[in-house]
């Protein structure tokens, strides 16, 4: 079975750093566009950032842009998030996504529909 996990969520404090993991079994995550996605209580799923299969173009949202990095570690089949200068506003459960590269990598970033593939979430709390 096709399956999206990610790992590394957690409490910090604000300004601090967490680095969250997706890993895929089955298949392998260099033929698909990935999308890093989260979703604050009561709040729309928001795309963070996003990183194309096809060219390696990344996309990230104005509210990480300078904070947050996206890669790829192809070798180990997971795609990483590293998030520095996390803020209160940081807050919700992030979500990896699987999807084909159909379109530019913003487009598929601003378009959750657009992905297959989807991981179980993972918390992330920014607090003093």
């Known amino acids: 079975q096709l399956q999206l996990v990610e790992s590394g969520g957690g409490l910090v404090q604000p300004g601090g750093s967490l680095r969250l993991s997706c890993a895929a079994t089955?298949?392998?995550?260099?033929?698909?566009?990935i999308g890093w996605f989260r979703q604050a209580p009561g709040k729309e799923r928001e795309g963070v950032s996003c990183?194309?299969?096809?060219?390696?173009?990344?996309y990230y949202a104005h509210s990480v842009k300078g904070r947050f990095t996206i890669s790829r570690d192809n070798a180990k089949n997971t795609v990483y998030l590293q998030m520095n200068s996390l803020k209160p506003e940081d807050t919700a459960v992030y979500y990896c996504?699987?999807?084909?590269?159909?379109?530019?990598?913003?487009?598929?970033?601003?378009?959750?529909?657009?992905?297959?593939?989807w991981g179980q979430g993972t918390q992330v709390t920014v607090s003093s």
């Open positions: 996504a699987a999807g084909p590269s159909i379109t530019t990598v913003q487009a598929m970033c601003v378009t959750p529909t657009l992905y297959d593939y």
């Open positions: 990183i194309s299969s096809s060219d390696g173009n990344t």
């Open positions: 089955i298949f392998t995550l260099a033929d698909y566009t």
